[in-house]
């Protein structure tokens, strides 16, 4: 009913930027947040950059100055500027939606992720 699909990972030497773009679509009411996580190899996911309706934004410490989330015109869109990307950025980042879906009755507060865009950080 609803689907997240990311878009722009890829290969990067050290220093270089990549733009992550994450499109919500189906039966959505409303979003309540979005944000990107990431998983490398023998790694938990932990949450990189999360951003509310309402504007408001949090990052890892690991990213501060150097990632930004915002939103696109775009409705239920969302993308994640890395810049100054280092090696040990190299991972699968996945993104998260956490928002109100239609239900039969209603809609519910529901949360999905993406299939996930591989960043590989390497000279």
């Known amino acids: 009913q609803v689907q997240l699909v990311e878009s722009g990972g890829g290969l990067v030497q050290p220093g270089g930027s990549l733009r992550l773009s994450c499109v919500a679509s189906g039966s959505i009411f409303s979003i309540n947040a979005m944000g990107w996580y990431r998983q490398a190899p023998g790694k938990e996911r932990e949450l990189v950059a999360r951003i509310t309706s309402g504007g408001s934004t949090a990052y890892a410490d690991s990213v501060k100055g150097r990632f930004t989330i915002s939103r696109g015109n775009v409705q239920n869109t969302v993308y994640l500027q890395m810049n100054s990307l280092e090696s040990e950025d190299t991972a699968v980042y996945y993104c998260?939606?956490?928002?109100?879906?239609?239900?039969?009755?209603?809609?519910?507060?529901?949360?999905?992720w993406g299939q996930g865009t591989q960043v590989t950080v390497s000279s």
């Open positions: 998260n939606a956490d928002l109100m879906a239609y239900v039969v009755f209603g809609s519910r507060r529901e949360n999905y």
